[in-house]
């Protein structure tokens, strides 16, 4: 029997991606194998988000070679967002048998099974959404569904949109026949997710927007959990919280992408809002959810931010109601206007910043904790594994829950909060 590998680097969507071209493979009757044995094809899906994930990419790709050198039947296709922006590097590293663009990730099959040569496209001139379905993921506890892809605003320090190229949606139908064959393979969550799932229409109907598709969704039967991937905060209107706080399937866990905290540094990476409509979102989440969770996105070393900004920013943070941070260190990446901007921030400097970050993201989550196990907050979610007679699941709110078990759980863990436990809370 054929075996395929699948190395996978950043994001959800390349997650969601692979799981997909794995499936592909599946119905080939090809076996799903980890990188590091021995497979006929491997396929490597890089990211380009920081230059550490380049790196990764690369040498996930020279891994692959090493095995294709014992054995030339073997084939090593490339594919993703560091490929599509650096073409020519994945093909300096050796006897790569395709490169594979971002939007025709569904074409690796039609590659493999009959040496179908495969064009490599401008990403930025593709205006349709690729469709690409599965199942069955690669994670088993909760299904994550690739609804968007592309984003339009280019913002300074970022590199993705070259990769990823425009906004596109997938029609509301397909989406919502791969989520009933979810839900039929016993999924009890989706994760909807896209580059920037707030851009999110219809591509036949204009006025079809992101609620629109929850709302569908939400009347699907034997699905207990919808949870949204990052949305922009500027797309994070007050419309949008009041009909999605009516949406009894979708969780109180909302994420955010803040990247930083001052109105300064907003500006000059071409940012679309400022700090005053991002404290409105996070008031406005609070105000139509009993204490939701959330997280945000932040840089720590963008070009310009002085120490005085830093602490600015970190102020400003400090008096947000929020329950985590993503930390992402600053990563110069060619061809956007922040690789040439001045006031570059050095290595030390935006270490320390990050730890600094973590620390509070760590103070916040603690807190948050604390406050829903004090106000007896309900949490539930849905089973993943059990250790030692202890059940555990990612709870609605995204705080982990653990409680006792039987041989047989639930499918679905829930209860009251008692006392933390590890890295959340113990519930009865």
Sequence with gaps: MKKIAIATFGCKINQYESSCIAEDFKKQGYTPVSF?????????????????????????????????????????IVTGCYSQRSRD?????????????????????????????????????????????????????????????????????????????????????????????????????????????????????????????????????????????????????????????????????????????????????????????????????????NNPAIGIDIIAGLPGETEELFEKALSFLRGLKFTYLHVFTYSRRKGTLAEKMKGQISSDDKKNRSNTLHRLSEEKTTVYKELLLNQQIYLSGVYENSDSGIATALSDHYIRIYRENDKHPDEIINGIPVSLYKDGVLIK
Excluded at 145 to 171: E, F, L, M, N, T
Excluded at 181 to 201: P, Q, S
Aim: charged share 30%; with cysteine.
């Design 89 to 289: 590097e994945i093909l300096s590293l050796g006897d790569v048998d395709c490169v594979i663009d971002n939007n025709s990730k569904n074409r690796v099959i039609d590659f493999v099974k009959q040496s179908e040569s495969v064009s490599f496209c401008d990403i930025l001139q593709q205006k349709n959404f690729s469709e690409h379905s599965t199942g069955i993921m690669l994670e088993k506890s909760r299904a994550f569904v690739k609804v968007q892809d592309g984003c339009d605003y280019y913002c300074a320090y970022c590199a993705i949109p070259y990769a990823r190229g425009h906004s596109r949606s997938r029609r509301p139908g397909d989406a919502l026949n791969q989520i009933k064959l979810l839900t039929e393979n016993g999924y009890r969550e989706v994760v909807l997710g896209g580059i920037n799932l707030g851009l999110y229409n219809d591509p036949d109907n204009e006025r079809y927007k992101l609620i629109d598709l929850i709302e569908e969704i939400s009347r699907i039967d034997d699905l207990d959990f919808i949870r949204l991937s990052s949305i922009e905060p500027q797309l994070f209107t007050e419309e949008f919280i009041k009909r999605l706080s009516k949406i009894k399937k979708v969780v109180p866990h909302f994420h955010i992408p803040l990247q930083n905290g001052t109105d300064e540094i907003l500006k000059l990476m071409r940012r679309q809002y400022n700090t005053e409509l991002f404290s409105n979102v996070i008031r406005n989440l609070n105000q139509y959810y």
């Design 36 to 76: 590091r044995e021995q497979a006929d094809v491997y396929v490597v899906n890089t990211c380009t988000v920081t230059a550490r994930t380049d790196f990764k990419s690369r040498n996930a790709v020279r891994k692959a070679l090493k095995v294709k050198k014992r054995n030339h039947d073997v084939k090593v």
